[in-house]
């Protein structure tokens, strides 16, 4: 069994990750992951019962790490309606630093729990905004 992992995302942003991802990757992705793109005139409550959907397709008994965008909005309250009734944790400020940690996290520990993914998507999504140029000056 693994976690899986369920964007849910304005538009086709988590799509867009998720493509990247296994671009990146090869196709090779070490977790069951999905998404659902949340567009702005769809209706929340059809939305959340596709995303009761989605999670059944993608828990296999040890939860789903749902990721979305940005706190406060339809994604994220679509994704909060699943906190009372479902094994999930979600982590709003989807970047794509946070979903490559989470995936190379999976890799190296296959069997990393929801908790330990959700700490490394956190970690990930926050070390991976730098300011570059303070990294590299300019040269006079």
């Known amino acids: 069994m ?16 998720v493509a990247s991802l296994q671009q990146m990757l090869g196709n090779k992705l070490p ?8 567009h702005h005139d769809s209706d929340p409550l059809a939305f959340c ?28 309250n679509i994704a909060v309606s699943l ?6 944790k979600v982590v709003a400020g989807l970047n ?9 996290h999976a890799f190296t520990l296959p069997n990393a729990s929801l908790d330990v993914l959700a700490e490394k998507a956190l ?6 905004i730098l300011d570059v140029s303070l990294l590299y000056p300019k040269t006079p």
């Open 2 to 17: 693994s976690v899986g992992v369920f964007l849910i995302t304005h538009d086709d942003i988590g799509i867009s990750l």
């Open 31 to 38: 977790l069951n992951i999905k998404s659902l793109p949340i």
């Open 49 to 76: 019962y596709y995303a009761e959907e989605i999670y059944a397709s993608l828990e296999e008994g040890d939860g789903v790490l749902v990721l979305t965008d940005l706190f406060g909005a339809t994604p994220c």
């Open 83 to 88: 906190l009372n009734h479902y094994h999930v």
């Open 96 to 104: 794509f630093p946070m979903l490559v940690k989470v995936m190379s």
């Open 123 to 128: 970690r990930g999504g926050c070390q991976g």
